[in-house]
């Protein structure tokens, strides 16, 4: 199981990686192993200032559709184009090329609640 040392988790299975005044959002590797192949990832709130644990989107698997969820405060600024006619990198490369949106997030964002690697890998057992 690849649970980057680098990145913030989730109990949700989000992953978060601050770079200065953006975040990069997606789902983790247990998350995409556990839905199967993705076949669509749907965000419609580009450009919305959304609340931790709001939803900002789904994806869609052979499986199931489940909601995703905002793991910090802040504004959807970026959406993954490649995502549009590639939804299957969220499983070949969830943590680089499968990123799901960009959050601005400005010094007053908490981090607070959001998980180390080594807390993320006890959530799943790992």
Do not use: C
């Not at 590797?29 to 931790?52: H, M, N, P, S, W």
């Not at 989107?57 to 995502?83: C, H, Q, R, W, Y």
């Not at 006619?85 to 959001?114: A, C, F, H, R």
Request: proline letters at 5%.
């Amino acid at each position: 199981m690849n649970i980057p040392s680098t990145l913030l988790y989730t109990p949700d299975h989000e992953w978060v990686r601050i770079e200065k005044e953006v975040a990069y959002i997606g789902i983790t590797d247990f998350a995409q192993r556990e839905l199967g192949d993705i076949v669509y990832v749907e965000v419609d709130t580009l450009d919305e200032t959304l609340k931790r644990n709001d939803v900002f989107g789904t994806v869609e698997a052979v499986k199931t559709v489940s909601d995703l969820f905002l793991p910090l405060d802040g504004e959807i600024i970026a959406i993954n184009p490649k995502l549009e006619t590639q939804p299957e990198l969220v499983n070949t490369d969830p943590y680089g090329e499968g990123w799901m949106i960009q959050v601005k997030i400005d010094e007053n964002t908490s981090v607070q609640g959001l998980l180390k690697a080594d807390d993320y890998a006890k959530v799943i057992g790992a």
